[in-house]
């Protein structure tokens, strides 16, 4: 049973462009989300988190929506940048337990 | 070093033979979790440590794995008698904070093959 899914295993964009790059839930005691970028031969590294109480949150060019009527997230990187191409793999958790990753999303940034 | 320290890096092994990946988290940290990831899969959640409670061991696949902390730092995973499905990059990951409000610190992992 896949909890946490993000249904698009790769995603092409341009440079200055908006990435978007979404996340589906289906367990309802989620109340916490994050983010993590992983480039090749590399461990994943934290990006962005947002908690259940809000909706929106924002760090720089990154931005993670939340829409928990839908069960739905989404990360927003405005203007994408080369360098953003990684792997962006969303999770979930419920407070006190561990952390449920979704596929992964293969990002490319096209100079 | 800072980092959440993996190794080895790469190992090969025949079917069948026993491995043991070592972790050495971030000092301070007192949450440790072995996941994995497979060609094409996401991230898989095999056990978790938190200080000297008992590890949530729900996500180990068989009896064949299992994972000490000592001294709550230092984390071995250990597989029995492996089979090529176990072929995976296992990454340690540490915490500073109990349960998942915290950011997690991943290491490079652990590319695992067996033949």
């Known amino acids: 049973d896949q909890q946490v899914k993000q249904n698009s295993p790769s995603l092409s964009v341009q440079e200055g462009r908006i990435s978007i790059l979404n996340c589906d839930y289906t367990?309802?005691?989620?109340?916490?989300f994050l983010w993590y970028k992983k480039y090749p031969a590399e461990g994943p590294t934290f990006l962005i988190s947002?908690?259940?109480?809000?909706d929106k949150n924002e760090d720089g060019r990154f931005t993670v929506f939340l829409n928990k009527s839908a069960k739905h997230l989404s990360l927003h990187i405005v203007p994408s940048q080369p360098g953003d191409s990684a792997v962006y793999f969303c999770?979930?958790?419920?407070?006190?337990?561990?952390?449920?990753f979704g596929e992964g999303t293969q990002l490319t940034v096209n100079p | 070093g800072a980092g959440v320290s993996q190794s080895p890096s790469n190992k090969v092994t025949e079917k069948g033979k026993d491995v043991e990946l070592r972790c050495d988290p971030i000092?301070?940290?007192?949450?440790l979790y072995w996941y994995r990831q497979s060609l094409g899969q996401g991230l898989e959640f095999l056990i978790y440590?938190?200080?000297?409670?008992?590890?949530?061991k729900s996500g180990l696949p068989s009896d064949r794995f299992s994972a000490e902390r000592t001294g709550g730092s230092v984390s071995t995973l250990t597989i029995q008698r492996t089979q090529q499905e176990d072929s995976a990059v296992y990454l340690c990951?540490?915490?500073?904070?109990?349960?998942?409000?915290?950011?997690?610190?991943f290491g490079e992992g652990s590319r695992l093959t067996v033949l």
């Open positions: 367990n309802s005691m989620f109340d916490y």
């Open positions: 440590f938190q200080g000297n409670s008992a590890p949530d």
């Open positions: 990951v540490s915490s500073k904070t109990p349960g998942n409000t915290g950011e997690l610190f």
């Open positions: 999770a979930a958790s419920d407070r006190g337990s561990r952390l449920t």
């Open positions: 000092s301070g940290h007192t949450a």
């Open positions: 947002i908690s259940s109480i809000k």
